[in-house]
């Protein structure tokens, strides 16, 4: 595990933001971080960020605790976090990407062609010599993002990463996103309020309520939904692994959505589908769940569920 | 009496303007190495009894120049208790004047600039690898239209500064005679001419500083 | 008809008011410089000439320099300074009528006790500024104001053929207290009015180690500005002024006159019979 946090409490003013006893993070991993407002969520990112202490507990990069002065700042190298409130240093877009290179003692020919790549990847080429401070809300968000993607880092952090980017431009920064964490090993941790960025993005959603985790299994639900022989069906595609294997308690159609119940802990997950109406009963009826745990090919039915 | 250009060509009058600009400035670059670290401290530090360093700052930005320029000339004189190092009526007392007239200001200005600046400038820096100073400096690139702004504040008062200078300094003629000691004394002795030429110089040499740093502000490429 | 002739009567009654009281309140402007005002000689002799004459005199202590120049651009009535040469120019330049010395004090040099230059004792004045200019370590304070003592200072190193040489000459521009201030700090000589240097000696390591030489006089005179370049000026009151200094009475009154039991002002007017 590249990023490991155990037995974390922090508190503010006596009021518990965070508590988590065991969240690790794997290479290559995306990790959708869910839940209401003030769950704890953007607390919890500092915390793994390097960028708040914890009162209790401890954050292990590469299965080594990070304590004391020097290390903090030694793994904050290869931890990174975008905040999300879009921020631009005061200075060009070019020197706002050069940043972090900067700081590592790159040369200077070499920082230019990363910082031309990531700035490219995120639509921002045209942009370079601008006052970053000029640009819009989403430009900034996407520019702070090239900022930490241009640093290869082991683990990304990003805090509503498209909150501010224009609709158009949502799918482009999370191709990359998902392109980094395949093709670097990123492990990525991404707080979002949208449900269906954490589907298309997330091998795994943690939800956060009051400060507390409850793991949701490796990947929501992507599948489809069908009526065959008078029964109502979700073909699930990818591997199911709940924290127990075999949480699935039920699925209940919802008013336009498939509200998902696992295990115990985890209260509910909410899948929202399209054609939901169309196909299936009235709400409130029960399902059943055939082809779980088994693997699809391409889905049947496009944007079911992805 | 001497036509303007003859006295701009004289000797003292280059003797004056190099003396005052040379005091000045290094009396503007110490202060701000002490000053700006100092603002900084104290914007990005919590410690008790902050609010009270805080309102003693400010109270000694309206400290009159001649009460320093008095309480260093009771410690430089024959009867002070650095009377050994014999500072009294040398440039060096004059920059030892000017120093902690511009210290207070230069902290205030500093202080409030980088107070200023949205914390998540510090936290970007940090998480994208920077080391502690080199968040700092961060924190003070962002800050450096308010710091540069107080530094300016800093040589302005001290280049205009007549008071401790003509205590401390003696305004001895090619030796601790700066623009404003000779500015006074001209006009003491009637020599309005020359008063207005310094007077000229003096703010040509205000205007040069300015556009200096404004241009260097406008322009600068590095954060 | 009958207001309108109530609030022309109004009016001229009031103008006669201002009118008279301007007659009332006569002012004379007066340019000194800083040794007489500070002495403490001119709020003793001005009150007894305003009591008996009905003149209020409004006195600019400054600088020689300063005080000639005030005169010259007519912002003054009557000057009193003590620089011949300066004032004889200022006569021949018509800017002043009337001149008339009227007292003296006189000049000392005056240097640290330990007196490294070996002052004391010199036959006479030329022979003391020659120790101080040919010592090499002692230094020497000059007032470098353009001020009456100033000019004394320059005239009395003509005569002896030159002032010391670069650093060991220090033109500070500035007044005599300071001067005698900066003497005693730095262990240097100067040259001062007695009336300054008696009433600050009591701070000062500073003694008096030349004095007496008739080249040391320090005349005061008094001139009124030149009505016909000024004829605005109060030359009337001036003249006043200057009789009342040169008469029995005011030359009594400076002969009397004493800071610390010690006499700072010879009255010169009136020849000794």
Request: glycine share 10%; aromatic share 6%.
């Amino acid at each position: 595990m590249i990023l490991r946090a155990k037995n974390i409490v922090k508190s503010f003013s006596g009021v518990m933001a965070v508590k988590a006893d065991e969240l690790g993070f794997e290479r290559g991993e995306i990790t959708a971080l869910v839940g209401p407002n003030g769950a704890g969520k953007s607390t919890l990112l500092k915390i793994l960020a390097l960028l708040d202490y914890p009162d209790q507990g401890a954050v292990f990069l590469n299965e080594k605790p990070i304590q004391g002065h020097g290390s903090w700042f030694k793994a904050r190298k290869k931890i990174t976090m975008v905040d999300q409130k879009p921020f631009a240093f005061n200075g060009s877009v070019n020197q706002n990407a050069a940043y972090g290179l900067k700081l590592r003692g790159l040369s200077a020919t070499e920082i230019q062609k990363r910082v031309d790549g990531a700035l490219c990847l995120f639509g921002l080429e045209g942009f370079q010599k601008r006052r970053a401070r000029t640009l819009s809300g989403g430009e900034i968000q996407r520019l702070a993002i090239a900022r930490a993607v241009v640093l290869e880092p082991d683990v990304l952090i990003l805090d509503e990463p498209t909150a501010h980017v224009d609709e158009g431009k949502v799918r482009r920064v999370e191709e990359v996103i998902r392109d980094l964490s395949r093709e670097k090993g990123t492990a990525v941790i991404i707080a979002t309020h949208d449900q269906d960025q954490a589907v298309r993005l997330a091998s795994r959603t943690i939800r956060m309520e009051r400060g507390t985790l409850l793991d949701c299994g490796s990947r929501v639900l992507a599948g489809k939904l069908t009526r065959r022989d008078g029964g109502l069906y979700l073909e699930v595609e990818g591997n199911w692994t709940g924290p127990d294997k075999t949480s699935i308690c039920s699925l209940k159609l919802g008013d336009g959505e498939i509200i998902v119940t696992m295990g115990s802990e985890c209260p509910q997950t909410r899948v929202t589908i399209p054609n939901v109406r169309e196909v299936g009963p009235a709400p409130g009826e029960e399902v059943t769940v055939e082809s779980l745990g088994r693997t699809a090919a391409e889905p049947e039915v496009e944007e079911d569920v992805r | 009496m001497d036509s303007p250009l003859e006295i701009v060509r004289g000797a003292e009058v280059a003797e004056i303007t190099w003396l005052s600009f040379r005091v000045s400035l290094s009396a503007t670059a110490i202060a701000s190495a002490m000053a700006v670290p100092a603002g900084l401290v104290l914007s990005s530090k919590d410690f008790p009894g902050k609010g009270k360093v805080v309102t003693i700052l400010n109270t000694l930005l309206s400290l009159p120049t001649v009460t320093i320029g008095l309480l260093l000339y009771l410690v430089l004189s024959k009867s002070g208790p650095l009377s050994g190092l014999s500072l009294l009526y040398t440039p060096t007392a004059i920059i030892i004047g000017q120093v902690v007239l511009a210290l207070p200001i230069i902290t205030a200005l500093t202080y409030a600039a980088v107070d200023g600046v949205d914390e998540r400038v510090r936290y970007t820096a940090l998480t994208l690898g920077a080391g502690r100073w080199q968040a700092a400096w961060a924190v003070l690139a962002e800050a450096r239209t308010g710091i540069m702004a107080g530094v300016v504040a800093g040589f302005g008062r001290v280049i205009s500064e007549v008071g401790s200078v003509q205590m401390l300094g003696g305004n001895i003629k090619g030796y601790t005679r700066t623009f404003t000691t000779a500015i006074a004394l001209d006009t003491s002795r009637g020599d309005f001419m020359r008063s207005v030429v310094l007077a000229i110089i003096l703010l040509a040499v205000a205007l040069l500083v300015n556009a200096v740093v404004h241009r260097t502000l406008s322009s600068k490429k590095n954060k | 008809m009958k207001k309108s002739t109530a609030v022309i009567a109004a009016l001229i009654c009031l103008s006669a008011l201002f009118s008279a009281s301007a007659d009332k309140e006569r002012v004379l402007r007066l340019a000194t410089t800083t040794s007489t005002q500070n002495s403490g000689l001119l709020d003793d002799l001005l009150p007894r000439f305003e009591k008996s004459h009905g003149v209020k005199v409004h006195v600019i202590a400054v600088g020689t320099g300063k005080a000639l120049k005030l005169g010259e651009n007519g912002d003054v009535d009557l000057v009193m300074v003590h620089a011949p040469a300066a004032e004889m120019d200022f006569m021949d330049s018509d800017f002043g009528v009337n001149r008339r010395p009227f007292m003296k004090n006189d000049f000392i040099l005056v240097g640290p006790s330990s007196d490294p230059a070996g002052l004391k004792g010199s036959a006479n004045l030329a022979e003391a500024l020659a120790k101080i200019k040919k010592s090499e370590t002692a230094q020497f304070i000059s007032r470098g104001d353009d001020s009456g003592t100033h000019k004394k200072e320059l005239e009395l190193w003509e005569k002896a053929g030159g002032k010391p040489s670069g650093g060991n000459y220090l033109e500070i521009g500035q007044g005599m207290g300071a001067a005698l201030r900066m003497a005693d700090e730095k262990d240097a000589y100067t040259l001062s009015d007695r009336g300054t240097y008696l009433a600050m000696k009591d701070q000062m390591d500073l003694a008096i180690l030349f004095e007496g030489d008739a080249g040391l006089d320090n005349p005061y005179a008094v001139i009124a500005v030149n009505p016909a370049r000024y004829p605005d000026s109060n030359y009337m009151d001036a003249m006043l002024l200057i009789a009342w200094l040169t008469s029995p009475e005011g030359q009594k009154a400076i002969g009397d006159f004493r800071v610390g039991g010690e006499l700072l002002f010879h009255p010169t007017a009136i020849p000794a019979k």
